[in-house]
């Protein structure tokens, strides 16, 4: 199931449901224990990052837009500079970033000589 429409308190029941023979069975290599052991590790890898997935989407839902911002995690007040059609019928985007006053460089003084 996609992360989307794992609901709050539903992970452990979906991680309860998996059958982790069928995981591992996926890993393919040249030598049968080395990939038997691989494969476990590659596994348990994918299934904690699935659980950071899930983490971090709830704690971001929860969180108001400025705190993202300022967080990095988020980006607004974007302007769309460039709108390109593709043959696959989608297009890409270009934006830029508003330039605000107070976020505009000073020369620096720091290396200059006093008289």
Do not use: M
């Not at 974007?78 to 297009?91: I, N, T």
């Not at 890409?92 to 107070?102: A, C, D, L, M, R």
């Amino acid at each position: 199931a996609a992360i989307q429409e794992i609901k709050e308190g539903s992970f452990a029941e979906v991680l309860d449901s998996l059958n982790p023979h069928v995981l591992t069975s996926r890993v393919r290599g040249p030598d049968e224990s080395a990939t038997n052991y691989f494969s476990h590790f590659c596994v348990l890898l994918h299934l904690e990052y699935l659980s950071d997935v899930a983490s971090v989407q709830r704690r971001v839902q929860k969180k108001p837009l400025k705190v993202l911002k300022r967080w990095g995690w988020a980006l607004s007040d974007l302007e769309e500079v460039k709108r390109v059609g593709r043959r696959d019928g989608g297009y890409s985007v270009t934006f830029k970033f508003p330039v605000e006053e107070e976020n505009r460089q000073q020369p620096s003084t720091k290396n200059k000589k006093r008289k």
